[in-house]
């Protein structure tokens, strides 16, 4: 008993927790919160003025993936196109230090910024590169070297609009984080669409399926039902786990209540570690090609920044998602 104590001490001195997180937007960033509404109304003019950011942001991405979102280089300037979370993270009995981690700016329309092209010379005309426009190559997640996911007790994925395994939201969210040290205890999934079950568990690999939990009904944003997704969580999950969750359920009016209800709960976003959303707003190039009547025409780009933002500032590593 005495030995298992020892090490029960051991281990609760070398567990680190983050106490407090500060977000500081990039210049970029704020810029583009600035011109949200030119990015929307007249992206062109927008985007050929911005081809130097552009390469700038990319490059900068391109480093923090191949050195590791929380591995800092001793002595390394942070990155000036990027925005940033400063952590202060206590271990053990009292080991206080800071943490500066990177994001991607929250930039131009929230996809891949080289996605939608210009024609050159022909004035408002865009070429779509679907590739990159579904491509999250632009996007800084946490991995297995961050403080807040070396001291998860366990790790959760949450999916609202989930569809099937074979399409990108499952199986490119479980890959994208097993490939960063990161491998998800429970992973619930919710899809309104009536899927098969055969549909639903045919290309889930057999090393996912002890976490594999699929709802096919739709999502409850009711505050006060149980079987709200976002308190289930509540049940399910503490402030010491890591928790994703990715909204995009086409229904810009179920969203808007979940994104409120993330806001203004500190019981929710304290528990949300990670955070994707695909807002469909008021954009005529990505209503034209994707969104079709699903788009709210009433909701703008600034608002979408603007909740994003709100979010980033409570700590949650907010993203655009395609």
Known sequence: MLLCSSLAEARRDTVCHTTATTYVPSVIELESLR???????????????????VVGILDAVSRISARGTCRAVLGQALEPSLSHFVQTVKCGQGVTRSVTTAVEP???????????TCREGVNGTTDLDYSLLMSTDHIITADASCPDVKSARTKIYIDLGASSW??????????????????FDRMLFWEARPMAAADVFRDVPRSNMHAFQYFNVPCSSDPMDPANPLNVLKRIGTAEDYVVVKLDIDNSAVEAEFISQILNDPDIHSRINEFFWEPHYQMPELIACCWLDTANTSLTLTDVFENLLAMRKLGVRAHGWP
Do not use: T
């Not at 011109?35 to 950011?53: F, G, I, M, T, V």
């Open 166 to 183: 074979r399409e990108q939201s499952q199986s490119w969210m479980v890959q994208h984080f097993e490939d960063l040290g990161i491998e």
């Open 35 to 53: 011109d949200s509404l030119a990015w929307q109304n007249s992206y062109c003019e927008k985007h050929e003025q911005s081809e130097a950011e």
């Open 106 to 116: 929250l930039y131009s329309i929230l996809r891949h910024p080289s996605g939608i």
